[in-house]
Structure formats: C-alpha cells, structure tokens
C-alpha cells in the first residue's frame, strides 16, 4: 500500500491559520466559534505485506477528544463552498496485540463541513500529527522483533476520513465517521513497514454557539481563471535518510539540492504543478556486502526527475501530491517512478516553508524540507 505522507507535527505551531487566504478577495465576514467534542474508534489494521503477518486479526480500539474551530461566515464559504473546522484531536490507542502495544497521538485537523438540510452535514476530514508508541521494534525482546510496522517510540501520524453529522438539540451533535490511519517514519530507521489501520468513529460534538450552519447561496464566479501561472524555487535538505544494500550495513545520512517549479491555480481549492527537482546524495557500496546484486547498476551522485500532479490549496497550507519519472541513472532498486508528497505553509505572499516524502512504490524513500521562493 502506498505510503501517504503529510508527516507534518511541526506545523502545529501554525494553529488554526489554515482559512487565512493569502489574497485579495478573501476577508473574513465573521468569527469562527469553538467546538468541542468526545469521539471513540474500533476498527482493525490492514495486512499490508507478509513481514506484518504477525498483527493480523489486530482490531484498534480508541477514544479522544477534540478542541477546534468552526467557521460559517459568507467569506470562507464563497472561497470553498463549505465551513471549514480546524483544530487539534488528542487520541489514545490500544491495539488488542502485544506485538504493537499502545499509541498516544496529537494530531492537527482540517474538516470542511457541507450542510445538507436543517438537521444533516456531510464532512470529510485530514489530520496530521505526531503519535507515541510503548512497544516498537526491539531486537532484545522475543515479542517486540516481531512489530516489523515500527521502529522508533515516536513517529509521524496521519489520518483521513469522511462521515456524517446528525443534529441531536441546539448545542449536541453525533457524527459518524470512517477513518484510514497510518503511522511511520519515512525509512529513519528501520524496520519501517508503516502500520495502516481502518476504524468505524462516533464522536459526540458539542457547540457553544449553537450547531446550526447558516444557509448560504454560493457565488458562481471564477476568479482563479484571471490567474498566471506561478513559478517558484526551491531548495531541500534531508538531514537523514533510509537503509541502503541487501545487508543494511549502510545508512545514508543526508541528501541536498533544488528544484524549480510550476503552478497554477484551476479551481477554489485546487491547483496543477509540474516541475524538475535535482539532488546530490550520499550512496556507497554496502560495506558489509560491497558485491550485493542491488549494487550492480552504479550511478551518478546526482539524481533529478521531472513531475507533475495536484495540490490542495487550503489557505495558508498547500498539499500536494506528485508522480516523477528520473531522468539520470539510478539505483536499481529504485523504480522508474516515484511520487511524493508534500505540505507547505505560505509565510507571506512570497516565501513558503514545508517538507516532502519521496517514496517508490509502497517503500518511503526519504523526508526531506523544503524553503521555497515564489517569482
């Protein structure tokens, strides 16, 4: 199963910023109002490749709470068609499994809100955050060699998901919601399969405010088609990457370089980009294995591909998600193709920060971060 990244903890420090577009027809027309709310989770974890056989039969148990903000002024629902919630969910999970032990996660939502009559909403949401886990891979213990899905006690959380709220009274909400989970670490260490699990939630929402959302016509003008398209620059830096050759004797500890970029903006919340991205890395032979198969294709220091693909512009955050194809010799157990993904956060109307994941196929490559200058 392909690794889905968004590995984003550190942007938490950007709380409830996300509805701050950075244009001129976007200004805030009301306050958003505070929502709180209780939620529970049982599901069970996808099998996803035989080293994880050992979990299976897993069924995750959680249950959490939520503190977050909602908006329902005419400004932000001319921009995307919905009330956006934002805000952060603090969960517990157990597992039903002593190989993978137990899981704490805070994690940073964003959940655009559709009403569909007086008493029903549809919402979808995406969370991204940080978990910590009692029980990862350890080679001392008889149990724990057997979590091949984790190795390191903290590690990148990710979460996506649809669902339904039902009005209950004035202030009470239920929603009902399906969730896909994903925990891993990029290939910092490993052993790294990823751990990916589905539950079935129900959250209890409370709203001070009152939860009815207002009812709004949507405006049906285009301003996005008036736009050029947008060229950036940027660099990236990968402080420490993966396990490399059949014996993973070698660790490689860094990868730098640029890219260059463009984009353009095709809808409220959507965006194309294609572009060249150009790396040094630090690959050697194994020094445990130096004739190992895997090194057979030797290649040059510097890797570049192009790519091309879709982002999610949603206010001050941009999410994308790519294909690329290498354009320079390559490892051979590298594919052809990668994809990557990637968030970034505008800091003004010219400078973004943010990170990528590049992965081939199910298997993470690396977590670089990126500083990028919009032309």
């Given at each position: 199963m392909n690794k889905l990244i968004t590995l984003a903890f550190l942007f938490l420090f950007f709380y409830m910023q996300s509805n701050a577009q950075l244009t001129?027809?976007?200004?805030?027309?009301?306050p958003s109002s505070w929502v709180y709310a209780l939620?529970?989770?049982?599901?069970?974890?996808?099998?996803?490749?035989?080293s994880v056989?050992?979990?299976?039969?897993?069924?995750?148990?959680?249950?959490?709470?939520?503190?977050?903000?909602?908006?329902?002024?005419?400004?932000?629902?001319?921009?995307?068609?919905?009330f956006p919630r934002v805000g952060f969910q603090f969960e517990y999970f157990h597992y039903g499994t002593p190989i993978l032990g137990n899981t704490g996660t805070i994690s940073y939502f964003i959940q655009p809100v559709y009403r569909l009559n007086n008493r029903i909403n549809f919402f979808y949401r995406g969370a991204f955050g940080l978990c910590y886990s009692d029980n990862p891979f350890n080679p001392n213990s008889p149990i724990d060699t057997l979590n091949q899905n984790?190795?390191?006690?903290?590690?990148?959380?990710?979460?996506?998901?649809?669902?339904?709220?039902?009005?209950?009274?004035?202030?009470?909400?239920?929603?009902?919601?399906?969730?896909?989970?994903?925990?891993?670490?990029?290939?910092?260490?490993?052993?790294?399969?990823?751990?990916?699990?589905?539950?079935?939630?129900?959250?209890?929402?409370y709203k001070p405010d009152g939860n009815d959302l207002p009812?709004?016509?949507?405006?049906?003008?285009?301003?996005?088609k008036s736009r050029s398209w947008e060229y950036r620059t940027g660099a990236l830096y990968v402080f420490k990457q993966d396990y490399a050759g059949t014996?993973?004797?070698?660790?490689?500890?860094?990868?730098?370089?640029?890219?260059?970029?463009?984009?353009?903006?095709?809808?409220r919340i959507h965006g194309i980009v294609t572009g060249?991205?150009?790396?040094?890395?630090?690959?050697?032979?194994?020094?445990?294995?130096?004739?190992?198969?895997?090194?057979?294709?030797?290649?040059?220091?510097?890797?570049?591909?192009?790519?091309?693909?879709?982002?999610?512009?949603?206010?001050?955050?941009?999410?994308?998600?790519?294909?690329?194809?290498?354009?320079t010799p390559h490892p051979n157990f590298y594919t052809n193709l990668f994809h990557q993904h990637s968030l970034r956060y505008l800091i003004d109307k010219k400078w973004q920060i943010g990170f990528a994941l590049r992965a081939h196929q199910s298997d993470a490559d690396f977590i670089c971060w990126n500083v990028i200058c919009k032309w």
């Open positions: 001129d027809e976007y200004k805030k027309s009301a939620r529970s989770d049982y599901g069970s974890v996808i099998v996803h490749s035989p056989k050992p979990i299976a039969g897993a069924k995750p148990f959680g249950f959490g709470f939520e503190i977050s903000k909602q908006a329902t002024d005419s400004a932000t629902y001319h921009l995307c068609s919905a984790f190795s390191l006690r903290y590690n990148p959380y990710l979460q996506v998901g649809a669902g339904f709220g039902f009005k209950v009274s004035k202030h009470f909400s239920l929603d009902v919601s399906g969730t896909f989970d994903h925990i891993s670490n990029g290939n910092i260490k490993r052993p790294n399969r990823g751990l990916n699990w589905t539950t079935a939630s129900l959250a209890l929402v009812r709004l016509r949507r405006v049906h003008d285009k301003f996005w014996s993973m004797g070698y660790q490689r500890m860094f990868a730098a370089g640029g890219f260059v970029e463009a984009a353009k903006q095709i809808g060249l991205q150009v790396f040094h890395n630090e690959f050697k032979d194994d020094p445990q294995n130096p004739d190992a198969p895997v090194w057979k294709n030797k290649h040059s220091s510097v890797l570049a591909g192009i790519y091309g693909g879709h982002e999610f512009l949603m206010g001050r955050f941009i999410f994308s998600q790519v294909i690329g194809l290498y354009v």
